[in-house]
């Protein structure tokens, strides 16, 4: 054909369905890692120093784990929007492929 786009549609398609271990994984390490966290308590202590740390450190380390404690569900989202598209790109093309056919028929039969 041209040197225009292409895709490796089947590939797409297979890696896609990858994500889904991807993010099982991904939750399980985030679940672990959340209860180990949860079990250490304040890990810099509760003395003034610690407290300050807390004060100073609490936020993001609290956002980090949340935006861990995600990713899972991020990855099996983009394994089915990947799924998704491989198979919408897989239809557009079919579905050009009869138009361009259709058009050579009439062509020829003119």
Same mark, same amino acid.
């Given at each position: 054909?041209?040197? $225009?786009?292409?895709?490796? %549609?089947?590939? %797409?398609? !297979?890696?896609?369905?990858?994500?889904?271990?991807h993010?099982q994984?991904?939750t =399980?390490?985030?679940?672990?890692?959340?209860?180990?966290?949860? &079990?250490?308590?304040a890990?810099?202590?509760?003395?003034? %120093?610690?407290?300050s740390?807390?004060?100073?450190h =609490?936020?993001?380390?609290?956002? &980090?784990?949340?935006?861990?404690? #995600?990713?899972g569900? @991020?990855?099996? =989202?983009m #394994?089915?929007?990947?799924?998704d &598209?491989? !198979? @919408?790109?897989?239809?557009?093309?079919?579905? $050009?492929?009869?138009? %361009?056919?259709?058009?050579?028929? =009439?062509?020829?039969?003119?």
């Amino acid at each position: 054909m041209s040197d $225009g786009w292409s895709a490796d %549609v089947e590939r %797409v398609a !297979k890696h896609a369905h990858d994500f889904d271990t991807h993010a099982q994984r991904a939750t =399980r390490i985030a679940n672990a890692l959340r209860d180990a966290l949860d &079990a250490t308590g304040a890990p810099w202590g509760s003395d003034e %120093v610690g407290s300050s740390f807390d004060a100073t450190h =609490r936020s993001a380390a609290d956002s &980090a784990l949340a935006l861990f404690t #995600g990713l899972g569900d @991020t990855l099996g =989202r983009m #394994g089915a929007r990947l799924a998704d &598209a491989a !198979k @919408t790109y897989q239809a557009t093309d079919d579905a $050009g492929a009869d138009d %361009v056919g259709r058009i050579a028929r =009439r062509v020829d039969q003119a």
